[in-house]
């Protein structure tokens, strides 16, 4: 479904500047951004893939990773295809970096008010956009998240962050939560894997946090290259710097698309990365290591367990009434 953009302004010479992510396309008549899916019609910007979803799927809120929102409950889920990043290990790779018209065939269209009913029938809490870059469908997602708020669901990004703050003031009254990866803390990591800047992406985290939508921060650790202690402390240290109560994932790299010749990080290494994080930030956990005592949530000031969990399933929640920990006391912060 084609639908006229949000965030553009008409340039000289019949181009459109695209202001919905930090690339702000100049794009030509005919062209498109490069994220593939917003095109130039006569000097007016459209977006393609409006309610177009490659993937729907009822998931635990864990799976997106949110540990300290909303915890056990499912999320519906939905992502189309293209992306504004190149990462050369795209674990998605299928429909982030697939051609709109090869693949248009093979979509379904899910319009908003079809989502929230879904998202009902599956017993779902709340909307989250996923799998591929959300920002991608800027205008579905907001007419989504704009219904979900009507309808008492919660609404989720999962996001490379690399939207401009035009869309980040946009969407984020009907905006709860984003998860937004960290791709590695050098702008010569993001210039080389992803092909975008790594500065938009840590201005988007301070926003979003300054608005309040609640946060979580996800750093895949790739073997040799973002895995120094120096690297991994300097986000660390970033981040206590914003708001230490900022939930952190370490996850684990499995070799992928066009990065096979990597092994998958060492456990070592994102356990030692969780203890470093530990000694600034309150919440830090691994991802991918089902059944490392990472996965679980800890008091920060006493260390009880208050959430066990195996994988993407919650297996006992441990907290008082006003989030208190049991054992000592301490607001631990988790929304619900
Ligand atoms: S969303 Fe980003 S990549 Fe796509 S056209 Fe707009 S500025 Fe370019």
């Keep these: 479904m084609e639908k006229e953009a949000m965030l553009w302004e008409p340039k000289d010479g019949g181009k459109v500047r695209c202001r919905l992510c930090s690339h702000r396309c100049v794009i030509g008549e005919r062209n498109r951004g490069f994220c593939g899916v917003r095109e130039n019609r006569k000097g007016t910007l459209y977006t393609l893939n409006y309610a177009l979803a490659s993937s729907v799927s009822p998931d635990p809120i864990e799976k997106k990773p949110l540990f300290n929102f909303y915890p056990g409950t499912s999320v519906f889920s939905l992502g189309t295809i293209g992306c504004n990043f190149r990462c050369s290990y795209c674990q998605n790779y299928t429909i982030s970096q697939t051609d709109l018209d090869e693949t248009a ?9 079809k989502a929230v009913e879904l998202a009902r029938d599956y017993d779902c809490m709340g909307l989250a956009w996923t799998y591929n870059e959300p920002t991608i469908w800027f205008e579905y997602t907001y007419d989504s998240a704009k219904l979900a708020k009507e309808n008492g669901l919660y609404t989720v990004y999962v996001t490379n962050g690399y939207m401009t703050e035009e869309a980040l003031d946009t969407i984020a009254p009907y905006l709860d939560a984003m998860n937004i990866d960290i791709k590695g803390f050098k702008e010569e990591f993001y210039n080389k894997m992803t ?9 988007t985290v301070r926003r979003a946090v300054d608005k309040g939508i609640h946060i979580e921060l996800t750093y895949l650790i790739i073997p040799t290259k973002n895995d120094s202690e120096k690297e991994i402390g300097e986000f660390i240290d970033w981040v206590a710097g914003i708001d230490d109560r900022v939930p952190v994932h370490f996850t684990r790299f499995h070799p992928d698309y066009k990065m096979i010749d990597l092994h998958p990080t060492p456990l070592p290494t ?27 949530t800890y008091c920060y000031n006493c260390n009880e367990p208050i959430i066990k969990r195996w994988g993407f399933s919650v297996k006992g929640l441990n907290l008082k009434d006003m989030n208190k920990c049991p054992n000592c006391g301490a607001r631990i912060d988790i929304r619900r």
């Design 195 to 203: 092909s975008a800047k790594l500065n938009p992406v840590l201005e």
């Design 105 to 113: 065939r093979h979509l379904t269209e899910y319009l908003p008010q």
């Design 270 to 296: 994102l356990q030692r990365a969780r203890e470093m994080g530990l000694e600034k930030l309150k919440y830090v956990y691994t991802g991918n290591v089902v059944g490392d005592k990472g996965e679980n």
